[in-house]
């Protein structure tokens, strides 16, 4: 893996997120931050949750510091969240230019309150981008019991519509 591979996965995680919130921008307040079920219990937390850690492993990575755990009740609406997710894009963005491939291979120990864990800054992005993935599915099924049609946001539509599209 090379910074190249990362930049182009985190290319897929914010066009996904850019088809998902065009679906979230139909939602009333109330919707997104109903109790709906999942892990997180909403649509709003379930994101909340998603942003939070993709702001921790950028900072646990060497990147913008986040400081403590975002909470949902911080991001009323989806706009404040649409607002707050660009804000990290733009530090992952920042922080991924200045990445070299040698970089990738750095180690990086974190912990969740349990024994140490070290992994390299390349898998750490690559989880990060993973996890996302793996809401951005929950957040899907929550926006379906809530009646909306989230679409399409496989990493194969991504590559398939970044092909087509001229750099």
């Known amino acids: ?74 991001y009323p609406t989806v706009a404040s969240l649409v607002d707050a997710w660009a804000k990290v894009e733009g530090y992952v963005r920042a922080f991924l230019s200045t990445l070299t491939d040698a970089d990738l291979a750095r180690d990086v120990e974190f912990s969740f309150g349990g024994p140490a864990t070290i992994l390299p800054v390349g898998a750490l992005l690559q989880h990060s981008v993973v996890h996302a993935a793996h809401h951005r599915g929950q957040a899907a099924m929550l926006l379906r019991q809530l009646g909306h049609t989230p679409g399409d946001f496989d990493y194969l539509y991504f590559a398939s519509e970044s092909r087509l599209t001229p750099a």
């Open 1 to 74: 893996m090379n910074v190249s591979d990362v930049q182009r996965l985190y290319d897929y995680n914010y066009w996904a997120n850019r088809k998902l919130f065009s679906v979230l921008s139909q939602l009333t307040t109330e919707e997104f931050t109903r109790p709906v079920g999942g892990s997180y219990g909403s649509v709003r937390n379930t994101l909340v949750h998603v942003l939070s850690a993709e702001w921790g492993w950028l900072d646990r990575c060497g990147g913008t510091s986040r400081g403590p755990k975002l909470k949902p009740e911080d």
